[in-house]
């Protein structure tokens, strides 16, 4: 299953000749963009569009956005330039609805970060379990992709204090795009409920939940064969963490990671202990401390490429279990980061990002300082400054994603495992490949 299509209604006219096609190529759409400036211009500061009259002006008096965007009978408009996801119909149409085309553009500069080709693939489908879920681990040195499931049961003895659940980390060797093995990797350790992770030396550091009975924390766990784990942190000063969510390495060696009271919502955790904190790690000292708090929950957390501010997302709009309130965060915070005594502290807490549809669980950066996030509709990217420029449309959405080499990503729906390529110079910010 392959969408190489993207949502942009054609132009009134393109050619001249009165016969417009709804399938636009991306050589033709974005030439001149990418001839008049470079790939950092995503994050430059836009021309301001001239509006529209209420009568309406000719196509060729418009701004580009909008010419693109007005003739179709049945569209999606962005920007006011933006009375975004109007129809021509009596009802407003969801951001959510089935969408037929997976890349919806709300500004001409997410056109450079898709490049000339790009598409969405459907991997892998596989109804028995949910095992495409967080983390999202690309380890290049063995070409592997590491992903761990949302809770499956599990009727194990050991499982009694995860309420009979557990979690299942999945690695995919990849040979090509779409050539690959897939297996499970079975620690020697017992289960940690495992979630969110990223690279760390040659392997992969873990957020550990924890169950009734085995603290959480932070985990090591080898890139290679048999995968042996190592536990990095498990406290705070005797006091135990809530279910750590998601983790990012500074390069300064030190370890950041979110820690909301999921695992106790969900009944695997005991009374929390803690507030809802961001902390900060440095495994060569020892050193633990709180960076941040004032959180609904804490959870996806990255840094950007310059690694001047550090974003954190605040999901509290679903709460652990399954419980929706639209009036809580969903929201990006962004942080600004300065350094004190050699020691690096956050500041200057302001709201990034808002999602329009779900609330935004993964965040991850590109080389060009483009924040992408997983939404209730798919991917959704904004530039540094805030502005939506793009979403990546999902079926069913998507909680997580990750960076591989060459604008390739892969992206977790539950049961499902998708492909995006983008342009090839589109690369994640942890990485760099």
């Given at each position: 299953m392959s969408h190489n299509l993207w949502l942009r209604p054609?132009?009134?006219?393109?050619?001249?000749?009165?016969?417009?096609?709804?399938?636009?190529?991306?050589?033709?759409?974005?030439?001149?963009?990418?001839?008049?400036?470079?790939?950092?211009?995503?994050?430059?500061?836009?021309?301001?569009?001239?509006?529209?009259?209420?009568?309406?002006?000719k196509e060729k008096d418009r701004p580009r956005s909008q010419q693109l965007w007005s003739d179709n009978r049945v569209w999606q408009r962005v920007n006011r330039q933006s009375e975004a996801l109007w129809?021509?119909?009596?009802?407003?149409?969801?951001?959510?609805?089935?969408?037929?085309?997976?890349?919806?553009?709300?500004?001409?500069?997410?056109?450079?970060?898709?490049?000339?080709?790009?598409?969405?693939?459907?991997?892998?489908?596989?109804?028995?379990?949910?095992?495409?879920?967080?983390?999202?681990?690309?380890?290049?040195?063995?070409?592997?992709?590491?992903?761990?499931?949302?809770?499956?049961?599990?009727?194990?003895p050991d499982a009694v204090t995860t309420q009979n659940k557990t979690i299942v980390i999945t690695k995919i060797e990849f040979f090509s795009p779409t050539d690959f093995t897939r297996d499970k990797v079975r620690c020697p350790e017992r289960n940690y409920m495992v979630n969110g992770g990223t690279n760390y030396r040659d392997g992969v550091i873990l957020c550990a939940q924890g169950s009734l009975r085995e603290p959480s924390g932070l985990i090591y766990m080898e890139g290679k064969r048999p995968?042996?784990?190592?536990?990095?942190?498990?406290?705070?000063?005797?006091?135990?963490f809530n279910s750590p969510k998601d983790v990012v390495v500074h390069s300064d060696g030190s370890v950041w990671f979110?820690?909301?009271?999921?695992?106790?919502?969900?009944?695997?955790?005991?009374?929390?202990?803690?507030p809802q904190h961001v902390y900060r790690f440095d495994p060569s000292t020892g050193d633990i401390r709180v960076v941040a708090d004032g959180f609904g929950r804490p959870n996806g957390i990255c840094f950007a490429p310059?690694?001047?501010?550090?974003?954190i997302?605040?999901?509290?709009?679903?709460?652990?279990?399954?419980?929706k309130v639209h009036s809580r965060a969903a929201t990006i915070y962004a942080f600004s980061v300065f350094w004190t005594n050699d020691q690096p502290y956050l500041t200057n807490k302001r709201v990034f990002a808002y999602a329009d549809t779900g609330a935004p669980d993964g965040i991850k950066c590109d080389v060009y300082g483009n924040v992408y996030a997983g939404c209730g509709d798919g991917i959704n990217v904004w530039n540094s400054g805030g502005m939506l420029v793009g979403k990546i449309l999902i079926e069913g959405g998507c909680a997580n994603f990750c960076f591989g080499r060459n604008g390739e990503m892969w992206c977790f729906g539950e049961h499902k495992l998708?492909?995006?390529?983008?342009?090839?110079?589109?690369?994640?910010?942890?990485l760099g490949i």
């Open positions: 054609r132009t009134a006219d393109p050619d001249g000749t009165g016969q417009g096609s709804h399938k636009v190529s991306f050589s033709d759409s974005s030439k001149s963009s990418r001839q008049d400036s470079s790939r950092h211009s995503t994050n430059s500061r836009p021309s301001t569009p001239r509006l529209l009259s209420a009568r309406g002006d129809q021509e119909t009596p009802s407003l149409q969801s951001a959510s609805s089935p969408q037929p085309r997976p890349f919806l553009i709300y500004h001409d500069s997410f056109l450079n970060l898709l490049g000339p080709s790009p598409t969405l693939s459907l991997l892998i489908s596989d109804p028995r379990a949910p095992y495409f879920h967080e983390a999202g681990v690309f380890h290049p040195q063995t070409n592997t992709l590491f992903v761990t499931s949302n809770q499956v049961p599990d009727q194990s995968h042996k784990t190592t536990t990095l942190l498990n406290n705070y000063h005797g006091r135990p979110t820690d909301p009271i999921y695992g106790y919502e969900q009944g695997f955790r005991p009374k929390p202990q803690l310059n690694e001047d501010t550090c974003y997302t605040d999901t509290d709009f679903i709460h652990g279990d399954g419980t998708w492909r995006v390529k983008l342009g090839d110079e589109t690369q994640g910010a942890l």
